[in-house]
């Protein structure tokens, strides 16, 4: 049957013609089957006409199952190679498709072209795909849902919750934004290269951040100094913040907090509480 979607034949041809040899180090893995893009897109929920952006289009996969749904699509994509063929590829498959693309590390970009988008939908670059989640969630408030595919554990680690062995600084740092929710398995051999890891959805929808005085970069760094070292209490974890563990322990009671808990016991709120704590001793 006839698709617009790229299957191994299109990509092997695509990066044979421009010369791609995937690389690691960009966590370059292309989708070469449709059946899973259309999953991803199902998922993912569009509205026609949605704005939605897109994290490494690679050599436009997942792109062109966005654009087929009716989606209005802006891409990050760093690899200049790719950057330069996408808009060509979607172009002759989608001519009146809405798109662009941004060349850029994810990562520094603060503005998007075009009408803010509302939903991001990627397989991210699986080295740096939690640091890209969480920036794009602070820079585009306008983000409601995001639907991406990363390696099975990362999204078990964002999705999550306190408790289990896993929680940690994704989870709650990720709970500051949306809550999540995995979504899904992807075998390893929907992609060129096959990866040595599964690959799995995670769903995230945007809530209200926690009400607290503390800014987001104060939670954030009470976060990163309970789970540093995950088999301490939050007492001898915080203490370099506090100044002291006498100064953390009167700081964890104020905030309601058990001082000999450990950080992967405490939801995001709880954090917050903490980092009220801090402000308040910094005036
Ligand atoms: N979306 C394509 C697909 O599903 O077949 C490619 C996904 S591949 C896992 C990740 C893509 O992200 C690659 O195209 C890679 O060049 C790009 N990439 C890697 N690091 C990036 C970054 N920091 N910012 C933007 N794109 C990046």
């Keep these: 049957t006839s698709s617009a979607l790229l299957g191994p034949a299109e990509i092997r041809d695509l990066a044979g013609r421009l010369g791609v040899r995937p690389t690691k180090t960009l966590g370059q893995n292309f989708l070469h089957d449709g ?33 087929e749904a009716g989606a209005s699509v ?3 994509e760093i690899d200049p190679v790719l950057a330069g063929q996408i808009t060509d590829t979607v172009k002759a498959r989608f001519p009146d498709a809405d798109f662009e693309v941004v060349l850029s590390d994810a990562l520094d970009v603060t503005a998007l072209p075009g009408e803010p988008p509302t939903a991001l939908v990627a397989n991210l670059p699986y080295n740096v ?8 969630l602070q820079r585009f408030d306008s983000l409601e ?14 999705a999550a919750v306190p ?5 940690g600084i994704p989870s ?8 999540a929710r995995r979504a ?27 009400s607290t005085s503390a800014p987001r970069e104060r939670v954030f760094a009470v ?7 995950r088999r301490k209490t939050l007492r001898a974890a915080l203490s370099g913040l506090f100044g002291s563990g006498a100064a953390a322990e009167t700081a964890l009671r104020a905030a309601g907090v058990d001082p000999s808990a450990r950080g992967e016991t405490l939801v995001v709120e709880q954090f917050a509480r903490i980092a009220e704590q801090l402000d308040q001793r910094a005036e």
Excluded at 35 to 49: D, E, S, W, Y
Excluded at 149 to 156: C, G, H, K
Excluded at 172 to 179: D, E
Excluded at 223 to 229: E, G, S, V, W, Y
Aim: glycine fraction near 10%.
């Design 163 to 167: 408790g289990s062995k896993i929680y």
């Design 74 to 76: 802006v891409a990050i």
């Design 172 to 179: 709650v740092k990720a709970a500051w934004y949306a809550s």
């Design 129 to 136: 795909a939690v640091p890209v989640l969480l920036t794009m």
């Design 223 to 229: 976060i990163d100094a309970a789970f540093a070292q």
């Design 35 to 67: 059946g899973t893009v259309r999953k991803i897109v199902r998922i993912a929920g569009l509205q026609p006409g949605e704005r939605v952006v897109e994290v490494g289009p690679g050599l436009g996969s997942l792109t062109l199952g966005l654009v």
């Design 145 to 158: 849902r995001v639907l991406v595919m990363v390696q099975a554990e990362v999204a078990d680690r964002v």
């Design 184 to 210: 899904g398995t992807i075998g390893r051999n929907v992609f060129w290269p096959a990866p040595n890891v599964d690959s799995a959805l995670v769903y995230l929808e945007r809530r209200e951040p926690p």
